[in-house]
């Protein structure tokens, strides 16, 4: 059998380079152990789609973001495999039926001050009664938390945990908001 995991090759990126054309895959080649050589993203997470490799980490269980930057696949669970990536992907579809955008907002209307993804989702975690690991909670609480940011509901007041390329590509592991209104 042979093995599928295939490793990304950086290009030289360009000082003015769009930022979310990096983080998406672009100034990259990539190289599969079977020897195939893919031109760009999109042929690489077919190949992985055919050899049943995770399309986010590519088979390695890690997710490589920009240079100098990598971190364990969410999306796979960190065992490259496309089996673990469907599971969460349909994990990751109840969570969006269960924890619609009303409930959190519901949740978090009262909260007067600054409040964080963690507090948010152990509150929605026990509202639904879920036990921790039966849905990907945080994930998804932090996708309705942006939604309501990017509605002009909630202002992010939180400082990046870490600045990946410059302050346009930055890292948030718990973050902090507040209404808007505040």
Request: proline share 5%.
């Given at each position: 059998?042979?093995?599928?995991?295939?490793?990304?090759?950086?290009?030289?990126?360009?000082?003015?380079?769009?930022?979310?054309?990096?983080?998406?895959?672009?100034?990259?080649?990539?190289?599969?152990?079977?020897?195939?050589?893919l031109a760009d993203r999109d042929a690489a997470?077919?190949?992985?789609?055919?050899?049943?490799?995770?399309?986010?980490?590519?088979?390695?269980?890690?997710?490589?973001?920009?240079?100098?930057?990598?971190?364990?696949?969410?999306?796979?669970?960190?065992?490259?495999?496309?089996?673990?990536?469907?599971?969460?992907?349909?994990?990751?579809?109840?969570?969006?039926?269960?924890?619609?955008?009303?409930?959190?907002?519901?949740?978090?209307?009262?909260?007067?001050?600054?409040?964080?993804?963690?507090?948010?989702?152990?509150?929605?975690?026990?509202?639904?009664?879920?036990?921790?690991?039966?849905?990907?909670?945080?994930?998804?609480?932090?996708?309705?938390?942006?939604?309501?940011?990017?509605?002009?509901?909630?202002?992010?007041?939180?400082?990046?945990?870490?600045?990946?390329?410059?302050?346009?590509?930055?890292?948030?592991?718990?973050?902090?908001?507040?209404?808007?209104?505040?």
């Open positions: 059998m042979k093995k599928h995991t295939i490793t990304a090759l950086w290009n030289d990126i360009p000082d003015d380079a769009d930022d979310l054309l990096v983080v998406r895959g672009g100034f990259r080649s990539y190289l599969c152990l079977c020897g195939k050589h997470e077919l190949h992985a789609m055919e050899t049943n490799q995770c399309t986010t980490c590519l088979g390695t269980a890690t997710e490589q973001i920009v240079p100098n930057f990598s971190q364990r696949c969410t999306s796979c669970a960190g065992t490259g495999r496309r089996k673990a990536q469907l599971s969460w992907e349909l994990a990751y579809a109840e969570a969006e039926a269960a924890i619609t955008v009303d409930l959190v907002r519901s949740l978090i209307t009262p909260l007067t001050g600054p409040f964080q993804l963690s507090q948010v989702a152990d509150t929605v975690r026990a509202v639904l009664g879920l036990p921790v690991g039966r849905l990907p909670v945080g994930p998804r609480v932090r996708d309705v938390l942006r939604q309501l940011e990017a509605a002009g509901e909630l202002v992010l007041v939180s400082a990046p945990d870490e600045l990946l390329r410059g302050t346009t590509v930055v890292l948030y592991r718990d973050p902090y908001w507040q209404h808007a209104s505040e």
